[in-house]
C-alpha cells in the first residue's frame, strides 16, 4: 500500500483551515501529545513535526492576516490522519511560484540524504543561518530526521504568480 | 545590570520561564520555546549574557530544562552558546547543564549538535518529570 492511500484511507482527527495562530498551534499540538496513552514516542515526534510545519504556513504562507497591523499570521489548511501502523500529517499553503520551485528543491535534497548526511545539513544550514526573522531553516531536514520517513510534496499552480504547495510526513507508530 | 526573571503561565505553554541572576552568575531556562517572533523573545537573553560575559567578568552557568524547543528557538540557543564558548576562551568560567527527559529520545542528539556547532562542553543531566 502506497502513502496516498494511507491518507485517502486514514481517520481523521483533525482539520482545520484559516490563520495559523499560535494559540491554536498550540492547543492542537497539545491535543496531539495527550490524545492518547499509546505510542507515546511517536506522538512526541508528531507533535514536534507538527509545531515545525504549521509554524512554516504562519510564517511563510502568501495569503495572511494582519493582526492589528503589525503581526502577519499565514493562512493555511492542515490535516492529520491516522492508520493503524501511522500518523499522516500534511499542511497546504500558498506560496510564490519560484518559492514552489525552491521549496520542491529542497525536499529533494532532504529526501535523498541518509540520517547522517541530514545531520551535517543541519548543523550546517543552522550555522549559516542568518538567524532573527528566518529562523534556522532546518524545519523539513528536522521532520525528516525524527520521521525517518520521505517528505512527500504536491504543487498545485493557482495563476502564473502563485501556487498551492502541500506536505506531507508519516510518523510510524513503532 | 538586572535580573531576567518570566513566569510560565498555562495559556502560553510556547514560553518558557526564565530566570537570569546576576550575583549567582546563572541562567535557567525551562518549559517549552516555540513562540512566534523568537529572535525577539531571545535578544534581551542573548544581550544579557553578552553584557554579563563583557562587564561582570565571574563565573557563569547555563541551565537549559526544556522539554521541546522549535528549530528558531535552537537557533537562539546556539547564539548563546557560542557567547559562551567566546568567553571560556577568553579565560572566563562556564557551565553548561542540560536536563532532558530520558523517555524523549531525540534531546540527546539535539545537545550533541549543539556541542558540535559551538564547541563548547554540555553536561547532560536526566531529570524526572
Known amino acids: ?174 | 545590570m538586572e535580573n531576567i526573571a518570566l513566569t510560565s503561565s498555562p495559556t502560553t505553554p510556547y514560553f518558557p520561564e526564565v530566570n537570569f541572576d546576576v550575583n549567582k552568575g546563572t541562567c535557567e531556562i525551562s518549559g517549552e520555546s516555540y513562540m512566534e517572533e523568537t529572535y525577539k523573545f531571545y535578544l534581551p537573553l542573548i544581550n544579557w549574557i553578552k553584557d554579563f560575559t563583557n562587564n561582570i567578568k565571574r563565573p557563569i552557568e547555563l541551565n537549559i530544562k526544556l522539554i521541546y524547543l522549535n528549530t528558531s528557538s535552537t537557533k537562539c540557543v546556539l547564539d548563546m552558546l557560542e557567547i559562551l564558548k567566546d568567553y571560556e576562551d577568553e579565560g572566563g568560567k562556564v557551565k553548561v547543564k542540560w536536563y532532558y527527559d530520558k523517555s524523549d529520545p531525540d534531546m540527546v542528539d539535539e545537545v550533541e549538535d549543539f556541542e558540535a556547532e559551538s564547541g563548547i562542553k554540555i553536561e547532560l543531566i536526566e531529570f524526572a518529570q
Open chain 1, 1 to 174: 500500500m502506497n502513502d496516498t492511500v494511507l491518507i485517502m484511507t486514514g481517520k481523521t482527527i483533525l482539520s482545520y483551515k484559516g490563520p495559523f495562530y499560535i494559540e491554536l498551534i498550540s492547543v492542537f499540538g497539545t491535543n496531539i501529545r495527550n490524545f492518547n496513552d499509546s505510542f507515546s514516542n511517536a506522538r512526541k515526534k508528531l507533535f514536534k513535526i507538527f509545531i515545525e510545519l504549521s509554524q512554516n504556513v504562519s510564517n511563510y504562507s502568501e495569503d495572511f492576516h494582519m493582526v492589528n497591523n503589525v503581526q502577519r499570521i499565514g493562512v493555511g489548511e492542515l490535516t492529520l490522519k491516522e492508520t493503524d501502523a501511522s500518523y499522516v500529517f500534511t499542511t497546504r499553503n500558498q506560496v510564490k511560484d519560484k518559492d514552489a520551485s525552491i521549496l520542491a528543491e529542497r525536499c529533494e535534497l532532504v529526501n535523498a540524504s541518509d540520517q547522517l548526511k541530514l545531520r551535517e545539513l543541519k548543523r550546517e544550514q543552522r550555522l549559516n543561518s542568518p538567524g532573527e526573522k528566518f529562523g534556522a531553516r532546518i524545519g523539513l531536514i528536522q521532520a525528516v530526521m525524527l520521521s525517518k520517513n520521505k517528505l512527500e510534496y504536491h504543487i498545485d499552480q493557482i495563476n502564473e504568480k502563485f501556487s498551492y504547495f502541500s506536505l506531507t510526513v508519516k510518523v510510524d507508530k513503532n
